[in-house]
């Protein structure tokens, strides 16, 4: 479900000051074909990392260490999450990281001493303390969202239904577990019947949002016909086997 590199070639033009990738569901992109690309451009490398907490290249490289900055959510449902809202942005890039510390400060250098205009976008204590509890299992819930997808991809077996790619490395986190089907509403009506709780990620392309009205005309062909047939199916680390095994056999009767 990433953007490919050819894809992120064609659309660069002498205005492009960044590529900013999506490792979406939880699943790396081409990072490294992607860096070579924005080497070759001059252009900044950022990373939207907010679905994939753990997720690492061949290199044992981590998400947010592989461009120029990432961003990553610590919303509850996140592969790290928190108990509220939150966010974290990582870099290796001293200039910027001073930027990025005054900004979210009020724009401030030391106490009371506001040198640019910025935002209140502190992370609090508890939040911090909170997330360094649960990062000590990440991993091990990440290999437990792996193993999951594994007896998915493994056990259903119904034609009318798409399964994702996956080659059983740890690129991908499994922030979701996506399917498709050309019958989505009534899926998820047979599912839902079955005590069976989906969710869909996501229903409306960002282009076709009110708020976004200006690229409504983009022609996106692929966006918008996954945006009609995907379906998320229950993922989490603490599903037991006994249940993963109970939405393969409701897929597989449908």
Known sequence: YNITIANIAKEITSKTKAILVVHLYGQLADMAGISELAKSHELLLIEDAAQ???????SEIKA?????????????????????????ITTNDEDLERVIRQLHNYGTSSKYNNLVKG???????????????????L?????????????????????RISLPFYNGSKDHVFHVFIIETDNREELLKFLKKRNIECSIHYPRPPHKQKAFLEYAQLELPITEKIHERVISLPMSPVLQNEEVQFVIDALNNY
């Not at 935002?119 to 990062?135: C, G, H, T």
């Open 139 to 159: 991993d091990d819930d990440n290999k437990r969202r792996r193993e999951i997808a594994k007896m998915y991809l493994k056990g259903i077996s119904n034609p």
């Open 64 to 88: 947010g260490n592989l461009g120029d900055a990432a961003g990553f959510s610590f919303y509850p449902s996140k592969n790290l999450g928190a108990l509220g809202d939150g966010g974290a």
């Open 52 to 58: 994939a907490h753990g997720a690492e290249n061949e």
């Open 119 to 137: 935002m209140n976008s502190r992370l609090d204590e508890i939040q911090a303390m909170f997330l360094n509890i649960k990062l000590r299992s």
